[in-house]
């Protein structure tokens, strides 16, 4: 192949051996006739992308195009016009470009109509568009079909897709990733492209870290590796670090576009997002043994315990938390995420769902030392019974969790179906609280929401700790 300007530009560019043609140059010359153009660094991507090998399948066939670039480089253009001139190169081609959010395949579906009705060119192969959510797609007129969707509503009935493309590949799920791949199988010559930006630490990014390790290793080598990124310990000001990261910076993204996630992000996110750095929090592991709380994963809960409830409000005092605990009178005790809401929305919502519950409840565990121990006399005036937490309480009450998840006494209800926790739990590290060996909940970034974690751990904790009998009748002395 070429001199590789990606080599040169780029933080990590991997390609596979064995390219001796590609297909790129014909889809370039076609893009041109319409008035579709590419800068230099993605014209050679492309080269790579639809390099071939000699028995003319492409080169990235079987483990794909796997990039880590920050937001406004342009890569749903870039993609997305590749598989727009494949579809009208190649007739009855099928591409599925699916999202893990609703709201991200809406956008990029938008994006891509946008792209094509404004291209008078292409707009003239198009045979219908189809608006309808859940159904949303491009048809041309040669039978090729673009289908955009979000993961969450799975991939039944496609058969013979041709390229996949996984947007948001930071929160791909091996589950996800699992339903998704038989979809090439019967495709001649297919083709996936998984793409986002560096993980957070509490995001199911096993898949997309996975796969970059391996095509850096040299474990895999049948796959692309692209990744544009600043530098791990910069100046995130330094706008020849924004240069590094960002390979559309200024020609094409502007830096007042840079400037406002500058604005809008934490450090930790914009060094992610915006500059494409995989810090090391993002490859550190929880403080919790993600075999243990796989393991502890039951579909459904069981009946026959008691409740009883935990809150929390984190330092930042911007939402309030409500977990559940149901304890078994076998020791055994389950744990569930119930809701969390903004500060700014009051706490009556809080208060109205305990009030009726009160009769029935073991308790509600608050951190008195927190900024959750607010609550404490808005619970009184409710009669709702309050378990208060020392310092001491809440490393007992972490210890308590760690101890039952390891011995197998802890449930929790899956991760698809309890997100918010699982994340919490993905994301959770421990800090120390002096030294007599007990810790508190920390986090691996700050932008990690550990709220459903600690209120989980408040609500065991009243479950063991309480003194009350709900449901018995109490005997009043007069």
Same mark, same amino acid.
Not at 185 to 213: H, Q, W
Not at 246 to 255: G, I, K, L, V
């Given at each position: 192949?070429?001199?590789?300007?990606?080599?040169?530009?780029?933080?990590?560019?991997?390609?596979?051996?064995?390219?001796?043609?590609?297909?790129?140059?014909?889809?370039?010359?076609?893009?041109?006739?319409?008035?579709?153009?590419?800068?230099?660094?993605?014209?050679?991507?492309?080269?790579?992308?639809?390099?071939?090998?000699?028995?003319?399948?492409?080169?990235?066939?079987?483990?794909?195009?796997?990039?880590?670039?920050?937001?406004?480089?342009?890569?749903?253009?870039?993609?997305?016009?590749?598989?727009?001139?494949?579809?009208?190169?190649?007739?009855?081609?099928?591409?599925?470009?699916?999202?893990?959010?609703?709201?991200?395949?809406?956008?990029?579906?938008?994006?891509?109509?946008?792209?094509?009705?404004?291209?008078?060119?292409?707009?003239?192969?198009?045979?219908?568009?189809?608006?309808?959510?859940?159904?949303?797609?491009?048809?041309?007129?040669?039978?090729?079909?673009?289908?955009?969707?979000?993961?969450?509503?799975?991939?039944?009935?496609?058969?013979?897709?041709?390229?996949?493309?996984?947007?948001?590949?930071?929160?791909?799920?091996?589950?996800?990733?699992?339903?998704?791949?038989?979809?090439?199988?019967?495709?001649?010559?297919?083709?996936?492209?998984?793409?986002?930006?560096?993980?957070?630490?509490?995001?199911?990014?096993?898949?997309?870290?996975?796969?970059?390790?391996?095509?850096?290793?040299?474990?895999?080598?049948?796959?692309?590796?692209?990744?544009?990124?600043?530098?791990?310990?910069?100046?995130?000001?330094?706008?020849?670090?924004?240069?590094?990261?960002?390979?559309?910076?200024?020609?094409?993204?502007?830096?007042?576009?840079?400037?406002?996630?500058?604005?809008?992000?934490?450090?930790?996110?914009?060094?992610?997002?915006?500059?494409?750095? %995989?810090?090391?929090?993002?490859?550190?592991?929880?403080?919790?043994?993600?075999?243990?709380?796989?393991?502890?994963?039951?579909?459904?809960?069981?009946?026959?315990?008691?409740?009883?409830?935990?809150?929390?409000?984190?330092?930042?005092?911007?939402?309030?938390?409500?977990?559940?605990?149901?304890?078994?009178?076998?020791?055994?005790?389950?744990?569930?995420?119930?809701?969390?809401?903004?500060?700014?929305?009051?706490?009556? %919502?809080?208060?109205?769902?305990?009030?009726?519950?009160?009769?029935?409840?073991?308790?509600?565990?608050?951190?008195?030392?927190?900024?959750?121990?607010?609550?404490?006399?808005?619970?009184?005036?409710?009669?709702?019974?309050?378990?208060?937490?020392?310092?001491?309480?809440?490393?007992?009450?972490?210890?308590?969790?760690?101890?039952?998840?390891?011995?197998?006494?802890?449930?929790?209800?899956?991760?698809?179906?309890?997100?918010?926790?699982?994340?919490?739990?993905?994301?959770?590290?421990?800090?120390?609280?002096?030294?007599?060996?007990?810790?508190?909940?920390?986090?691996?970034?700050?932008?990690?929401?550990?709220?459903?974690?600690?209120?989980?751990?408040?609500?065991?904790?009243?479950?063991?700790?309480?003194?009350?009998?709900?449901?018995?009748?109490?005997?009043?002395?007069?």
């Amino acid at each position: 192949m070429m001199q590789s300007l990606l080599q040169t530009k780029a933080s990590h560019f991997i390609y596979p051996d064995g390219i001796v043609t590609s297909e790129f140059p014909a889809l370039q010359k076609k893009a041109l006739r319409y008035g579709v153009t590419f800068d230099p660094w993605q014209s050679e991507l492309g080269m790579y992308i639809l390099g071939k090998r000699s028995d003319g399948q492409f080169a990235a066939g079987v483990s794909g195009v796997v990039m880590s670039l920050p937001r406004q480089v342009g890569k749903t253009y870039t993609i997305g016009m590749i598989v727009v001139f494949l579809c009208l190169m190649h007739e009855k081609t099928i591409v599925v470009w699916t999202a893990h959010h609703s709201r991200t395949s809406d956008e990029t579906f938008r994006d891509m109509k946008e792209l094509i009705k404004n291209n008078r060119g292409i707009a003239r192969f198009v045979k219908e568009i189809r608006k309808a959510n859940g159904q949303q797609a491009i048809e041309f007129t040669n039978e090729s079909r673009i289908l955009f969707g979000s993961r969450e509503k799975g991939f039944r009935g496609l058969h013979e897709v041709s390229v996949i493309v996984f947007d948001e590949a930071q929160i791909l799920t091996n589950r996800a990733l699992d339903n998704a791949l038989p979809t090439l199988n019967t495709a001649s010559n297919p083709l996936a492209f998984y793409m986002g930006t560096p993980p957070r630490p509490c995001d199911p990014g096993e898949v997309f870290r996975d796969k970059r390790t391996a095509l850096l290793k040299g474990s895999d080598r049948d796959g692309i590796y692209l990744e544009f990124s600043a530098d791990r310990n910069c100046n995130l000001d330094d706008r020849e670090e924004w240069t590094k990261a960002n390979p559309s910076y200024p020609s094409r993204t502007s830096e007042r576009a840079i400037l406002r996630l500058r604005r809008q992000f934490s450090e930790d996110s914009f060094r992610r997002e915006a500059l494409g750095v %995989w810090d090391e929090l993002a490859l550190a592991t929880s403080a919790i043994s993600d075999k243990q709380w796989q393991a502890a994963a039951i579909s459904n809960r069981i009946e026959g315990g008691v409740k009883a409830y935990g809150v929390e409000i984190p330092p930042s005092r911007d939402r309030l938390t409500l977990s559940a605990c149901m304890k078994y009178p076998d020791g055994y005790a389950h744990i569930e995420f119930l809701e969390s809401h903004p500060l700014t929305e009051g706490i009556d %919502w809080l208060i109205d769902f305990l009030a009726e519950r009160k009769r029935n409840m073991l308790g509600v565990g608050i951190d008195a030392g927190s900024a959750t121990g607010i609550l404490l006399q808005d619970f009184a005036d409710a009669h709702i019974p309050t378990i208060s937490l020392t310092m001491r309480d809440v490393g007992q009450a972490c210890g308590r969790f760690m101890d039952m998840l390891a011995a197998g006494k802890l449930t929790h209800l899956p991760d698809e179906d309890q997100p918010a926790l699982a994340a919490a739990v993905k994301g959770a590290s421990t800090r120390s609280l002096g030294k007599s060996g007990l810790f508190a909940w920390g986090k691996l970034g700050d932008d990690v929401d550990t709220t459903p974690l600690v209120s989980c751990t408040m609500a065991l904790h009243a479950a063991f700790a309480s003194k009350r009998h709900p449901g018995r009748k109490q005997r009043l002395l007069v």
